[in-house]
C-alpha cells in the first residue's frame, strides 16, 4: 500500500509539471505564431540607425527602444532599492526576531505579500498628491516613484525568502562558528550568508521577473505611451508592460495588435536577460566565496 501511494505521489509530481511545461511551451508558441512577424529592427530602433540609438546620438520616436531602456532602469532601480531592506529585514527576521514581534511582523509581510498591486499602485498615486499638496512643485507621478512602488511590491518576497533561507541551515553549520568564539554578527556573514548565497539570490531572481512584468503599479506612477529615453529619475517613461496594456486595449487594426505580440516577446526577452544576469551573478559569487 505504502509503494502504490508513492508511485501514485510520483506519478501526480510528474503529471503537474508535464502539464505546466505544455501550457508554457504552448503560450510561447503562441506568442511566437502572432508576434514573430512584427520582431525586427524597426519595431525596436523605428526608421532611426541602431547604432545611433544605441550611442544616443538621436531619439527614436517610433520604435519600442524608449521602452525597452524604461524597463531596464524600472527594474534595476526597483531590485536596487528592494534588495538591501528586504536581506536587512530577513536576516533579522531570521536571526534576532523573537516572540510575539515575530509572529506579528511575519502576519504583516504575509498580507503584504497578498496585497493587489493595483493597490500599491494606488499607494504610490496617492504619495504623488500628497507631495503636490504639501510642496507644490515636488515630484509628480516619474521614475523614481515607480520605483519606489515596485520595490514596495517586491519587498515582502524578498524578506521571506532570506528569512527561509536563514532558517533552513542545519543546526550544527548555525552553531559551529559560535562554538569556535565567534560573534553572532560574524557567524551571519562569514557562515550563514555564504551558506545560503543561493537561495537568497533565487528570491531576488524570482522579485526581477515580478518586477518587469507588473502594469497596474507603474501606470498609476510614471509610465506614459510616448515619453521618450528616460533622462532623470524624476522625469516620465516608457516602459514595455505599459506598451502591451495600451496597444492591446486601443488598437484599431491587425498590424497594431500583432506589434503588440512583437512587444510581448520582446518583454519575454528582456526578462530573460535580467534573470540571465542575476543568474551569472549567482554563479558567480558562489564560485568566490567556495574558494
Known amino acids: 500500500m505504502r509503494r502504490l501511494l508513492e508511485q501514485g505521489v510520483a ?16 503560450l510561447l508558441g503562441y506568442l511566437g505564431y502572432r508576434g514573430a512577424g512584427a520582431v525586427d529592427t524597426g519595431l525596436i530602433f523605428g526608421t532611426i540607425p541602431p547604432l545611433d540609438a544605441l550611442l544616443l546620438r538621436r531619439q527614436v520616436f517610433d520604435g519600442l527602444f524608449p521602452a525597452v531602456a524604461g524597463t531596464f532602469a524600472l527594474v534595476l532601480l526597483a531590485v536596487g532599492l528592494a534588495a538591501p531592506v528586504g536581506l536587512a529585514a530577513g ?17 504583516f509581510f504575509d498580507i503584504l505579500a497578498g496585497l493587489p498591486s ?15 499638496r504639501l510642496l507644490p512643485g515636488s515630484l509628480g507621478p516619474c521614475l523614481l516613484i515607480s520605483a519606489l512602488s515596485l520595490g514596495f511590491l517586491i519587498l515582502p518576497y524578498l524578506i521571506r525568502s532570506t528569512q527561509l533561507a536563514l532558517e533552513s541551515l542545519p543546526p550544527a553549520l548555525r552553531l559551529s562558528a ?15 550568508l555564504p551558506a545560503r548565497l543561493s537561495a537568497i539570490l533565487g528570491g531576488i531572481i524570482l522579485a526581477t521577473g515580478r518586477a518587469a512584468e507588473d502594469t497596474a503599479v507603474i501606470m498609476l506612477t510614471g509610465a506614459v505611451a510616448s515619453a521618450g529615453l528616460p533622462r532623470s529619475l524624476f522625469e516620465q ?10 496597444i492591446s486595449s486601443q488598437y484599431s487594426d491587425p498590424d497594431e495588435l500583432q506589434t503588440g505580440f512583437g512587444a510581448a516577446i520582446l518583454l519575454s526577452a528582456v ?9 551569472i551573478i549567482e554563479q558567480t559569487l558562489s564560485r568566490r566565496l567556495m574558494r
Request: proline share 2%; charged share 10%; net charge positive.
Open 11 to 26: 506519478i501526480f509530481s510528474w503529471s503537474g509539471t508535464l502539464l505546466l511545461l505544455t501550457v508554457l511551451l504552448v
Open 91 to 107: 536576516i533579522y527576521m531570521a536571526e534576532y526576531c523573537r516572540g510575539r514581534s515575530r509572529q506579528v511582523l511575519g502576519l
Open 118 to 132: 493595483i493597490v500599491v499602485g494606488l499607494a504610490g498615486f496617492s504619495l504623488t498628491i500628497a507631495l503636490h
Open 178 to 192: 559560535p562554538a569556535l568564539g565567534a560573534t553572532k554578527l560574524q557567524n551571519i556573514r562569514y557562515v550563514l
Open 237 to 246: 517613461f516608457e516602459a514595455l508592460p505599459f506598451f502591451i496594456y495600451y
Open 271 to 279: 526578462c530573460a536577460v535580467l534573470l540571465l544576469g542575476a543568474f
